[in-house]
């Protein structure tokens, strides 16, 4: 793996740790304004997508970076409106909002960083032989 994936791994690695240990891990977290929070998993979200999109070095195979894009536009589009739903119209139900902390887990891990990586890899390797 190139130096850069492994730069931008890191990154992902240091946001989402003191994601979870500032903000989603303390005590103090309820007392921050439910619109304040939401703004702040936000920022996280696009954030490490920029890093993604900037480390991510997927230029031998051009779709895996469209995969990217999809995968975190499709996300975000879907977070967006449930957002602004729950903003302007009125407060969505507990078990909606479990979904959309799912989605926007999956999209700050680590875990889909890691995975484009190794796929590409791969991919490369097979390409070559």
């Known amino acids: 793996m190139p130096r850069k994936f492994w730069v931008g791994l890191a990154i992902i690695l240091i946001i989402y740790t003191a994601y979870y240990l500032m ?3 303390t005590h103090n977290a309820k007392d921050i304004p439910r619109k ?6 936000f920022s996280v979200l696009i954030t490490v997508y920029l890093i993604g999109v900037k480390q991510l070095t997927l230029d031998r195979i051009a779709w895996m970076k469209t995969i990217w894009h999809v995968i975190h536009l499709s996300g975000i589009f879907i977070l967006l409106s449930l957002g602004a739903f729950d903003w302007i119209i009125r407060p969505l139900p507990f078990s909606v909002r479990q979904v959309m902390g799912a989605i926007n887990e999956f999209l700050i891990g680590p875990t889909l960083f890691v995975g484009m990586g190794i796929l590409h890899q791969f991919l490369l390797k097979n390409d070559n032989s």
């Open 23 to 25: 903000f989603m891990d």
């Open 36 to 41: 304040i929070r939401h703004v702040i998993k």
